[in-house]
């Protein structure tokens, strides 16, 4: 039987209570999942630190001493219990603040313990909270000491001690593991220490070497560790170079997985679906670009124009992304696409995240073909009773030509008469899976074009959108000013206030934007109102206008409009403005608590000023105390308007898995051991690999990679996400 698919009960010190602990809280049930739980990190335990020597700034330390007394501190919440710490050469406490009884029963004084923890210092004193604590092993134990002797500060012959403890082997072996645990199983008993007696337990059990998950050609051309030599070595490394690749190696064979069922998800796409053939430039493009486009295009969205043509005209169903900056034009690209749409025959449809974005949409689409035959109607909830009916009709009989909406336009009871193309912008939470719905809404699936402005790494964009090729608006329409960004604390409002007038005297609009965080929503709505009330006070010349969540949608929209119109001078608002408005005469974005937004979302806030050719401001304000990481975040927004870079920094300073839209982008993001915001260069070889898989056997018939499709089959079975989107 293979022991990899033991149930996990049964491996030594496991048991009934503790497998439906591991099953509950990390979903192992097998050995084989124990196996595939990796460490988090590594502690040094080769080495046994004197006390005398510790300080506040050294990373974890190994102690080996004895607990000369107990003393409990504090009551109720600030209850804590210390314990006075001593190997001879010093004293160092050891608190608890949780699990007290637990300690006080099961440790006790004139034992020897090792002790293992991060120092710090408290108060003057250098103390470590929650250490992990064993019983010394023999060889370790001071003998034949008194405990008078060695809790004295000075020990009798300290000399002689340390030469001791030097010369004794230690039972703890270069890098051991440390796995994260919940606090559940923590109470249960299973602490990160427990977990690696488990898997110490696991290897003694795997005697055989584990077979091999990648097919050995690949193994040797990138000169791969073995499996077995990986998994082992990904528990207890053997060297630190050993770690290192063994990391590389489950790395790779990570991203390669991921990249290969994207990869083979496009193929079976492309084999399985023809594209429309838009073969006509016609009449409605050639009208709007010669006789309606206000304006000259730029480069950038001549370029992208072309690509997506080429893609529209080639016989392959589109699948593309359009990233650009806010501001870059992507509206206007999306309509002329639209207008090949619509010479060949076809209807589009435009969806957008919000109905006031959709609506939006409208307007503009709307006040750009005035005068044209195109006839572009709404679809969101808010279009009920007759109109929808209408709307509905018009779609069947293809008297309309472009549907514009909110994922209404979806829904599985909208029909169209021949959807031709279907733009969806500003949705991360659009994955493969639910773009997939499209191929059913016309015979032939219809040409999709992605828009984003929230600019993804390079990184994560191959793997969220990876089955996407991609186009890139990398110009801003000529004549904007790139926006003076400042960092301003609470306390400078009063120079906050005159930038304010300077800029209405101009004749110039405000944002003033409040953040809102769910849990405490009437507090930060309290904020709002504080600050509309002091704002109103402040400026008694002009109108203030006031929009939140909470609001009714007729009225927020009719508070929108009026500042829009220019009948209200300073829009208070929560981010319900973020994606909605577009009011090119606002020059000033004021971002009250910026700390508490992300980089990208204060980059989208960002953009909604800077729209005319005059110069504009964002203000981000915050609080005196920053943390380290939420000064470099608001430094970089200070110091760069490209989002790229932006995007890139916020990856790097706070890790993929806290990016705004990756969490329900639908695809596969589960990822065990690969950190896409360092791994870009194994992620890029895995994906030329499994590329070169797929282009070098696309029959599948090559035996050597029979172990390839069979481990992906087992994967997408395992992984909800991956199989949603075969
Ligand atoms: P985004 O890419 O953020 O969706 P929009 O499509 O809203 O940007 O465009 C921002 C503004 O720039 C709009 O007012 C639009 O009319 C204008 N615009 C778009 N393309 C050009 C261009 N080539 N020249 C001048 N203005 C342009
Ligand atoms: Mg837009």
């Known amino acids: 039987m293979n022991i990899l698919t033991q149930d996990i009960k049964y491996l030594q010190g496991v048991g009934p209570n503790r497998a439906t602990l591991l099953a509950n809280e990390l979903g192992i049930q097998t050995v084989g999942d124990l196996l595939a739980y990796y460490p988090y990190k590594y502690v040094d335990r080769s080495r046994i630190y004197k006390i005398c020597d510790i300080n506040g ?44 009884k637990y300690v006080a029963k099961n440790y006790d004084c004139r034992k020897s313990y090792i002790v293992f923890g991060k120092p710090t210092v408290f108060n003057g004193k250098i103390q470590i909270a929650h250490p992990e604590i064993e019983n010394a092993p023999e060889h370790l134990k001071p003998q034949a000491r008194t405990t008078g002797n060695l809790f004295e500060e000075q020990p009798s012959n300290p000399n002689l001690q340390e030469a001791e403890l030097e010369a004794q082997p230690t039972v703890f ?64 490394p053997s060297s630190p170079d050993a770690l290192r690749h063994a990391q590389l190696r489950l790395k790779f064979e990570e991203l390669f997985y991921v990249q290969l069922n994207i990869l083979r998800y496009v193929k079976d796409r492309q084999l399985r679906y023809k594209g429309i053939v838009f073969d006509t430039i016609g009449k409605q493009f050639n009208n709007f670009f010669f006789k309606h ?90 279009v009920k009773g007759k109109r929808r009916t209408e709307v509905f009709e018009g779609l069947v009989t293809g008297d309309i030509h472009i549907l514009v909406g909110t994922h209404a336009v979806i829904e599985d009871n909208v029909l169209f008469h021949k959807l031709g193309l279907v733009v969806i912008d500003e949705q991360h939470r659009f994955g493969v899976a639910q773009r997939a719905k499209l191929w059913m ?38 004549g904007r000013k790139p926006i003076r960004t400042i960092h301003m604390f609470d306390a400078h409002r009063l120079r906050i206030y005159e930038l304010m007038h300077r800029e209405l005297q101009l004749g110039r609009q405000i944002y003033i934007v409040y953040p809102l965080i769910k849990e405490t929503e009437k507090m930060d709505l309290k904020d709002l109102e504080a600050g509309f009330e002091e704002i109103s006070k402040a400026f008694p010349a002009y109108k203030v206008s006031k929009v939140h969540g909470k609001m009714k949608a007729a009225d927020k929209d009719s508070e929108m409009q009026r500042f829009a119109n220019h009948e209200t001078h300073i ?26 937004f992300g980089l990208s979302q204060l980059h989208q806030l960002r953009g909604r000023v800077g729209r005319g050719a005059d110069q504009s401001y964002c203000v981000l304000v915050t609080k005196y105390e920053l943390s380290n990481t939420t000064r470099k975040r608001i430094q970089v927004m200070v110091d760069t308007t490209d989002g790229f870079e932006i995007a890139e920094q916020d990856l790097k300073l706070r890790g993929p ?12 993001f589960d990822l065990k051991i690969a950190n896409l915001a360092q791994d870009g260069q194994i992620l890029t070889l ?24 069979i481990r992906l089959r087992q994967l997408r079975k395992s992984n909800i996400n991956w199989g949603a989107i075969s």
């Open 57 to 100: 700034n050294m990373p974890y330390v190994q102690l080996c001493g004895q607990i000369a007394s107990f003393e409990s501190i504090g009551e109720g919440r600030g209850k804590r219990l210390i314990a006075h710490f001593s190997d001879g050469t010093g004293f160092i406490d050891l608190v608890w603040f949780q699990g007290i």
């Open 173 to 236: 072996k270069g890098l051991c593991p440390s796995y994260n645990t919940s606090e559940k199983m923590k109470k249960g008993g299973l602490t990160s220490a427990s977990m690696a007696k488990l898997t110490a337990n696991m290897f003694k059990l795997i005697k055989e070497p584990l077979q091999e998950t990648l097919p050995p050609y690949i193994v040797t051309q990138h000169r791969l560790m073995s499996y077995d030599d990986a998994v082992r070595n990904i528990h207890y």
């Open 293 to 382: 486009l206000p304006f000259e295009l730029t480069g950038a969205q001549k370029r992208v124009i072309k690509e997506i043509r080429a893609d529209m005209k080639s016989g392959r169903q589109m699948n593309r992304l359009l990233q650009g900056d806010v501001g870059s034009g992507k509206t206007l690209v999306a309509l002329m696409v639209a207008l090949i749409a619509i010479d060949n025959g076809c209807q589009a449809c435009i969806m957008a995240p919000t109905e006031i974005l959709a609506e939006q949409h409208l307007e503009t689409l709307r006040k750009f073909l005035s005068d044209m035959p195109v006839r572009v109607e709404l679809l969101t909830g808010a």
């Open 441 to 478: 809404k016309n015979s032939v699936p219809p040409h999709v074009l992605v828009m984003t402005a929230t600019p993804i790494p390079r990184t994560l964009a191959m793997t969220l959108y990876g089955d996407l090729d991609v186009s890139v608006i990398d110009e801003l329409p000529p």
């Open 571 to 596: 829009l208070v608002s929560t981010t319900v403005i973020e994606v909605g408005v577009n009011v090119p005469n606002a020059s000033v974005m004021i971002i009250e608590n910026a700390e508490r």
């Open 657 to 668: 898995g806290d990016l705004e839209g990756t969490q329900q982008s639908g695809m596969a």
């Open 686 to 709: 895995a994906r030329d690999t499994a590329q070169a898989v797929i282009t070098s056997d696309p029959e599948e018939r090559n035996q050597q990679n029979n172990i390839l499709w």
